[in-house]
T-cell receptor, first 117, second 118 residues
């Protein structure tokens, strides 16, 4: 499978615990995005990387959230001291800065669903 | 900030019927994506529109972009149960550097839930 993969698919945790999600983008894609989606809403942009550089962070990304993409390949999103309001689907997407025939679409993974009790 | 309003919020149709979903932006549209999502799953890319008046089709799904109205519509012909899901429009927040490119930071509508009865 050469699509975007995310792990874990589901995570249930208690309030106050830390959680980490991993995203493996499509192998040749140099851009990686994190979005968050709550029930009944569309995804909201959190942050994105070009290669290993984090280029933009949404104000939705509080100090408890940190994202990394150390070698420009996979990325991790860590949430510290989770709160019930963090319960959501965390979606990762990747794209390739266009070259040749590529159109630069965002390809999304299946998401990691977080439930904070 | 840009806001996208989708209508209707939900739609129930009989198999074989045609339907249209609209997406209206509060600001200028530089690029408009349509995605389909099954409940609890990721987003499946359908189409990207960038030029005013652009129209694209994929199987029985057609999308159009009306730049002047800051609106896009998604039309499904002869709907099937496999079309059921949540349809999301997403607007690109930046001016594309070239045709077919994307800034990549999207603002999404709230989604339209489509149910197709056999």
């Amino acid at each position: 499978d050469t699509g975007v993969s995310q792990d874990p698919r589901h995570k249930i945790t208690k309030r106050g615990q830390n959680v980490t999600f991993r995203c493996d983008p499509i192998s040749e894609h140099n851009r990686l995005y994190w979005y968050r989606q709550t029930l009944g809403q569309g995804p909201e942009f959190l942050t994105y990387f070009q290669n290993e550089a984090q280029l933009e962070k949404s104000r939705l990304l509080s100090d408890r959230f940190s994202a990394e993409r150390p070698k420009g390949s996979f990325s991790t999103l860590e949430i510290q001291r989770t709160e019930q309001g963090d319960s959501a689907m965390y979606l990762c997407a990747s794209s390739l800065l266009p070259r040749g025939l590529y159109t630069g679409e965002l390809f999304f993974g299946e998401g990691s669903r977080l439930t904070v009790l | 900030s840009q806001e996208l309003e989708q209508s209707p919020q939900s739609l129930i149709v009989q198999e074989g019927k045609n339907l249209t979903i609209n997406c209206t932006s509060s600001k200028t549209l530089y690029g408009l994506y349509w995605y389909k999502q099954k409940y609890g799953e990721g987003l499946i890319f359908l189409m990207m529109l960038q030029k005013g008046g652009e129209e694209k089709s994929h199987e029985k799904i057609t999308a159009k972009l009306d730049e002047k109205k800051q609106q896009s519509s998604l039309h499904i012909t002869a709907s099937q149960p496999s079309h059921a899901g949540i349809y999301l429009c997403g607007a690109d927040s930046g001016i594309p550097i070239a045709r077919g490119t994307s800034y990549g930071k999207l603002t999404f509508g709230q989604g339209t839930i489509l149910t197709v009865h056999p």
